[in-house]
């Protein structure tokens, strides 16, 4: 475990760059054999739409990195956090990190996002994807960015996080967002074996239907207990009869339009007048 983590303490550019595009083509080709919906879409022309944002997410997360390693390095240096209230082994300290990072740095900002009305005008750039790939999975407006690191950085004091165990995570994060999110067919049994610990594509997938009350359920990132311990886990029966989408913003020509989604946080409304 310490090698694991000294590797994540000074992770190359390159390996992380291999989970972000490496994930991608990996999903998208799997896509094509083993589909979910048969989308009828143009996808290299929606997955620019969609790897906008990707970029945009990645430019602010190197942006913001520094302020995210003085954190980990302070709360290291004055035994700061949860892992750090009492002796533990190494292999529970990242753990309980990954944890309570998942919680509080994705679940917790996630639900909040939907709750909040102003915030989740930032958040809706993702759900307006009416055809969920796995290039939907970093389809985030630069706002939600700032608001999803920024709670990273308050789940790295709650748990005390070292950056190793910080880049463990994220890197764990941009792969189950390609796993969640990827337009693949999983049998259904495996999915529900899987889904009593971690996110599965079934289950996120209930999450982008374009209604309530199944668009505020299913919140999970990485572990799906935290949907199952704070009731907002959900299931059904007919994957294939969720429409994706979100019903106040349904106009295919403006979830496509890069400026129209880029500018839904500042309109006064959602409607699509």
Do not use: C
């Not at 996002?113 to 999975?137: A, L, R, Y």
């Not at 070292?162 to 995570?169: K, R, T």
């Not at 899987?194 to 209604?211: E, R």
């Not at 886990?233 to 913003?249: L, R």
Request: charge should be positive.
């Amino acid at each position: 475990m310490s090698d694991i983590i000294n590797f994540f303490s000074d992770v190359p550019i390159a390996f992380r760059t291999s989970v972000l595009l490496g994930g991608i083509m990996f999903f998208w080709v799997l896509e094509g054999l083993i589909p979910l919906y048969s989308f009828k879409y143009k996808k290299t022309k929606h997955a620019i739409t969609n790897l906008f944002f990707t970029l945009s997410t990645a430019v602010i997360g190197f942006g913001l990195a520094f302020i995210l390693l003085e954190s980990t390095v302070f709360v290291t240096q004055n035994k700061i956090g949860i892992i750090h209230l009492v002796e533990l082994p190494l292999y529970l300290q990242v753990i309980v990190s990954l944890l309570i990072l998942d919680l509080v740095g994705a679940y917790l900002i996630h639900f909040i996002e939907h709750k909040v009305p102003w915030m989740w005008k930032f958040h809706i750039v993702h759900h307006s994807d009416m055809n969920v790939d796995v290039t939907t999975g970093l389809r985030h407006h630069p706002g939600e960015t700032v608001f999803r690191i920024s709670f990273t950085i308050l789940g790295v004091y709650v748990s005390g996080a070292s950056i190793g165990m910080v880049m463990l995570y994220q890197s764990l994060s941009v792969l189950f967002a390609h796993i969640t999110h990827a337009n693949i067919n999983v049998p259904k049994k495996l999915d529900k074996i899987i889904s009593f610990l971690f996110v599965t594509p079934h289950m996120h997938k209930i999450h982008h239907h374009y209604k309530q009350p199944l668009t505020d359920t299913n919140y999970g990132n990485i572990f799906s207990i935290w949907d199952r311990v704070f009731k907002t886990y959900s299931n059904i029966k007919d994957q294939k009869s969720i429409v994706y989408g979100v019903d106040t913003y349904m106009d295919k020509k403006k979830t496509k339009s890069l400026k129209d989604l880029f500018l839904i946080p500042f309109k006064k409304s959602l409607t699509q007048d």
